[in-house]
């Protein structure tokens, strides 16, 4: 489980060590920093295959990605005596990310080509990475780093491995040197980052294709776009928990039961409502209904991840959903680690109700904004986890 989650340099995430818990809650005022924090946990993902330097790309480049105010601010701005001024940062132009954990912990740090002519020379490079194991960055829990090209690894026996020449600046050794002889521990990492799962605004408008029949075949896994709802649910009531797919349906829909028509191989997802004559096909289906059992099937999955990380669920559910969508997490996070990243004060609050009548620990990070950058509530700098960039 990742016990602290570290970004340094990202848009308005100057400086942000927040520790983590088995379910957590982060909410926060509109443009406060919560989809910097959920950007900044797909980039640490999309490290492990190789896509951080493209998703960056798609926001700017690492110019626009990073952090825009000053490198310090006086008392003077503080208290409303000054405007803002100075300059954006004295030093070198470094995004750092980073996660600490049971097992192992680690950090990237991201910055821009020196003396390159190349048509890419806006691409950030990444100039360290670092996996060490437990809790803390030290010398002595050091056990891969990786300076430009050449990479070291500590073998069992506590000597040095250096690797030259094996990874180019834009790669990272996670996704080229992962191997289960010569590199377990990148190997381990690799596959815990791969194993994060993320959904965003899961499509329920009137062309969404969980509104048509699919091709269906087992689905442990929702993907991205809710296309393979009805093949997904179907697994859970084979394979998965059946008693908790209905009962978050009976939750939400008294009277109600979800069934899956499969017609030559196409699986069609209907609902059986009380009170009516004929099952809904999902074309009927309002875009909260379908929305909830699109988590459903996502949040129900018969292969949890390492970690789930949902970004606003609770969009265009009515009211009355909040406390069914909040049962059916707590369900979740008994298999697996959540970040909710909600604005919604009624959800955030319907999930600490419901993690606390089901003996689970909640753990809210209420984001605020102040001059430009985010921050914890009420976090002060003894409240955060000890925490340690690698050095340049």
Not at 37 to 55: E, H, K, P, T, V
Not at 118 to 124: K, W
Not at 218 to 236: C, E, F, K, N, Y
Not at 348 to 354: G, N, T, V, W, Y
């Amino acid at each position: 489980m990742i016990t602290a989650l570290a970004v340094e340099n990202y848009r308005s995430l100057r400086r942000l060590i927040v520790p983590l818990g088995r379910l957590n809650i982060v909410t926060g005022a509109n443009g406060s920093g919560k989809s910097s924090l959920y950007r900044a946990l797909r980039l640490l993902a999309d490290s492990s295959r190789n896509g951080a330097i493209a998703a960056l790309a798609q926001e700017g480049g690492l110019p626009s990605a990073l952090w825009a105010g000053p490198e310090k601010l006086g008392r003077s701005v503080r208290e409303g005596r000054h405007p803002v001024q100075g300059t954006v940062s004295t030093g070198p132009a470094r995004l750092l990310l980073g996660f600490a954990g049971d097992e192992f912990g680690y950090a990237v740090d991201l910055g821009m080509p020196v003396g390159t002519h190349s048509a890419f020379n806006l691409d950030p490079e990444i100039k360290r990475e670092v996996i060490w194991t437990g809790p803390i960055l030290r010398p002595a829990t050091l056990l891969t780093e990786r300076g430009g090209t050449v990479v070291r690894i500590r073998s069992a026996d506590g000597s040095w491995q250096e690797k030259h020449s094996f990874v180019q600046p834009f790669d990272s050794m996670l996704s080229e040197l992962a191997d289960p002889q010569r590199a377990p521990d990148i190997l381990r990492v690799r596959e815990a980052l791969r194993s994060w799962r993320f959904y965003d605004h899961v499509r329920t408008d009137a062309r969404a294709p969980a509104r048509s029949a699919q091709i269906g075949t087992r689905t442990p896994v929702l993907s991205h776009d809710g296309s393979d709802v009805a093949a997904a649910l179907q697994t859970i009531l084979e394979i998965g928990d059946r008693a908790a797919l209905e009962a978050a349906v009976e939750r939400a829909f008294p009277g109600s039961e979800v069934e899956i028509r499969n017609s030559d191989g196409r699986f069609e997802l209907t609902l059986h409502q009380h009170g009516l004559l004929r099952p809904l096909r999902a074309p009927e289906l309002s875009d909260g209904t379908l929305r909830y059992l699109l988590w459903i099937a996502a949040l129900l999955t018969p292969r949890p991840p390492a970690l789930l990380v949902l970004n606003e669920p609770e969009t265009s559910l009515h009211p009355e959903l909040l406390r069914p969508l909040a049962e059916l997490v707590i369900t979740a996070a008994r298999h697996t680690q959540v970040v909710v990243v909600t604005h919604s004060r009624p959800f955030a609050a319907a999930l600490e109700q419901s993690a606390a009548a089901n003996g689970t620990d909640a753990h809210l990070i209420e984001l605020v904004k102040e001059f430009g950058q985010t921050t914890v509530a009420d976090q002060g700098i003894l409240d955060e986890p000890p925490w340690q960039w690698p050095k340049r």
